[in-house]
């Protein structure tokens, strides 16, 4: 395949020998070397990579997409919540990703800010700082006043940044099909399936209206909760590239000293701040999805402020069911029910080794059902829980592993201001509600009638669909369709084959029967025929040796 048969990485060639530039320097580009197109392989001969031999392999990979910049970042971030698919150990190094992007010039921002409001901004605010208070991955956040005197803060959308990250996005689809096409060892992983989950979620986080909706959302559920501060959004201020909303000043969770210094209750805010994420989750079933330490502050009046809102979970009915079943067997110490709940919502690959995951999962149950409450690790289990799913190759579905991990970082949060803390603790109320909710009549009311509808909709629409294929198939226009997948390389080493045979048979018999030109009563056709027959019978043998089967 040449590189003018694959348009997006054509446009993007620049961009491309960068990306695998950088990947050889971190010894990281084995895998696209040994994809069998002419136009990867040739990007090798451009440089020369480093081999960082000195440290990890998941330090590299977390060295390699921080220097790609944004979109690697963001998507190395994404990965992080997946450890069902790269593992724990690799998880927890992608969650050390942080982006430090330079600001763009103050002239860059205030048109941007002008062309996006439209109107100057001395109109729209009595101060406007030109230095930026951070500058992340996606965006640039300035101090400003609005003509009331009201303090704000101004999240700018970084100049050109969509354009680079749709750019890197078709990169992402091209090297993910050509990977799952031709690799075997990455296509378990499900590279175009995780690279469209990703784009779907870049392309949300760069519109900024969807963060300011978040704002409204969760000031909107925790209005009569004192405990908790979430910015005050203002639309009128606000577009997808542009983002205003209220300053909260206050001691960052990530600096626990200046929180003791200050006189706080560490104890009582890792309490108070993992109450909050308990409740967004199992109450609201819409959760702030980063809690991460810089994202938390303690106001000078006391009040947990939350900031970054524009990474959410949500929590629908039948994701709720799942949770709760998973819930009742881990407590009914149940391996044989929480291996069927796992079979049945993660895709499970076509020869699962059902007997070894029920072993897995029954040696789980038993040791951390023997644990006293006060001595259980969430976070340690719910890693090696999803060390068993990502050994038997069973991929959960996003908004159970976006969860998995957000309890974890959010334990590993807590546990920053107070060693001590146990989360297991706080969620067992929440356990007790989840599994009454589960077992009440009203829930199973609900299910019922979901399902009535369901095969109320079947039985509409079955017999319909039968009338048609009786129809198709007395016309004579019922067509099947059946798609033979890895099979065109066995066709074609057996067509191979067969020429190769045919030509021995006809070479044989022009030597059989001395058809000239001839030296020495040898036929010279029926030689050269044989010699090029028995060539390429020693290269396709040489060929099914190699692979050790005809379909590889």
């Known amino acids: 395949m040449r590189l003018t048969s694959i348009p997006q990485l054509a446009r993007d060639a620049n961009r491309l020998r960068e990306i695998v530039t950088t990947l050889s320097k971190y010894s990281l580009a084995d895998w696209i070397s040994r994809l069998d197109f002419e136009f990867v392989r040739s990007l090798f001969k451009r440089g020369q990579g480093t081999s960082l031999t000195q440290l990890t392999t998941e330090t590299r990979i977390r060295l390699a997409l921080s220097e790609l910049g944004t979109t690697f970042i963001k998507l190395g971030q994404m990965l992080s919540t997946r450890a069902d698919l790269i593992g724990p150990t690799l998880a927890q190094e992608l969650s050390l990703l942080q982006a430090a992007t330079p600001a763009d010039p103050p002239e860059t921002v205030r048109a941007l800010v002008e062309a996006e409001l439209k109107r100057p901004i001395a109109e729209l605010f009595a101060e406007f700082d030109d230095e930026p208070l951070a500058s992340a991955s996606i965006g640039q956040v300035h101090r400003a006043k609005l003509p009331d005197g009201q303090r704000v803060v101004v999240k700018v959308q970084h100049h050109g940044i969509e354009s680079k990250v749709k750019s890197d996005l078709e990169i992402l689809a091209a090297l993910a099909e050509l990977a799952e096409n031709n690799l075997a060892d990455l296509a378990q992983y499900r590279p175009k399936a995780t690279t469209a989950e990703f784009q779907r979620v870049l392309l949300r986080e760069l519109d900024f209206g969807r963060e300011e909706r978040n704002l409204r959302q969760f000031a909107d559920h925790f209005a009569a909760d004192p405990k908790v501060r979430f910015p005050k959004s203002f639309p009128e201020l606000s577009t997808r590239r542009v983002l205003t909303m209220e300053y909260l000043a206050g001691i960052p969770v990530a600096d626990p000293d ?295």
């Open 258 to 552: 200046r929180l003791r210094e200050a006189g706080y209750d560490l104890h009582d805010i890792a309490r108070r701040g993992a109450s909050i994420f308990l409740e967004m989750i199992f109450r609201d079933g819409f959760y702030h999805a980063d809690p991460h330490p810089g994202n938390l502050f303690v106001l000078p009046d006391g009040v947990i402020g939350m900031l970054d809102c524009g990474m959410v979970g949500r929590l629908d009915e039948q994701l709720r069911e799942d949770i709760e079943e998973l819930l009742i067997a881990v407590v009914q110490g149940d391996a044989r029910r929480l291996t069927a709940v796992i079979t049945r919502v993660g895709s499970v690959p076509p020869r699962l080794d059902t007997a070894g995951l029920d072993a897995d999962v029954s040696d789980f149950v038993s040791y951390y059902a023997s644990q006293p409450m006060n001595k259980l690790e969430l976070g340690r289990a719910l890693n090696e829980m999803t060390g068993i799913i990502r050994r038997y190759h069973i991929i959960l579905p996003t908004p159970i592993a976006l969860l998995l991990k957000v309890l974890v970082m959010l334990e590993g949060t807590s546990r920053l201001l107070n060693p001590h803390f146990e989360l297991i603790e706080l969620i067992r109320p929440y356990q007790k509600k989840l599994i009454w909710r589960h077992l009440s009549p009203r829930r199973r009311l609900q299910k019922f009638r979901r399902l009535y509808q369901e095969w109320e909709h079947l039985g509409r629409l079955l017999p319909r669909s039968i009338i048609d294929l009786i129809q198709q198939a007395q016309g004579g226009k019922l067509e099947l369709h059946v798609e033979h997948k890895r099979l065109e390389s066995a066709v074609n080493r057996l067509v191979f084959g067969m020429m190769t045979s045919a030509l021995f048979v006809g070479s044989s018999l022009m030597l059989s029967y001395k058809v000239p030109p001839a030296v020495w009563e040898i036929s010279i056709p029926g030689a050269i025929g044989c010699s090029v027959s028995l060539m390429q019978a020693l290269r396709l043998f040489w060929a099914i040796r190699n692979s050790g089967k005809l379909d590889q």
